[in-house]
Nanobody, 124 residues
Framework: VQLQASGGGLVQAGDSLKLSCAAS????????MGWFRRAPGKEREFVAA????????YYADSVKGRFTISRDNAKNTSYLQMNSLKPEDTAVYYC??????????????????WGQGTQVTVSS
């Protein structure tokens, strides 16, 4: 499956952004979807994940209550709605797909396919 992330940009603290991840090539509903991010000088970290049916969602503590992950299997797209953005949310955001995970997984190694990343910059 090929993944294309989009929707990043430069915003101010407190603003919102919605990232999209468009998938092509395979049956989208077969994949658990996740979002990860890499801040400058840091390792890639988990942000959010969603199960195939959207029944199960999992968030990093740092974004819980501010970010919402969703998916539209009919449109082959996953979304990450980001509200109340903070400067520490500044990072390159990556979407990922897992064929083997049973539920929404926070584990980077669970994901088989990755998008190219979209930059999110939050100014104070």
């Amino acid at each position: 499956v090929q993944l294309q992330a989009s929707g990043g940009g430069l915003v101010q603290a407190g603003d919102s952004l919605k990232l999209s991840c468009a998938a092509s090539g395979r049956t989208f509903s077969n994949y658990v979807m996740g979002w990860f991010r890499r801040a400058p000088g840091k390792e890639r970290e988990f942000v959010a994940a969603i199960s195939r049916s959207s029944f199960n969602k999992y968030y990093a503590d740092s974004v819980k209550g501010r970010f919402t992950i969703s998916r539209d299997n009919a449109k082959n797209t996953s979304y990450l709605q980001m509200n109340s953005l903070k400067p520490e949310d500044t990072a390159v955001y990556y979407c990922a797909a897992s064929q083997t995970a049973r539920v929404a997984s926070p584990t980077l190694g669970s994901y088989d396919y990755w998008g190219q990343g979209t930059q999110v910059t939050v100014s104070s």
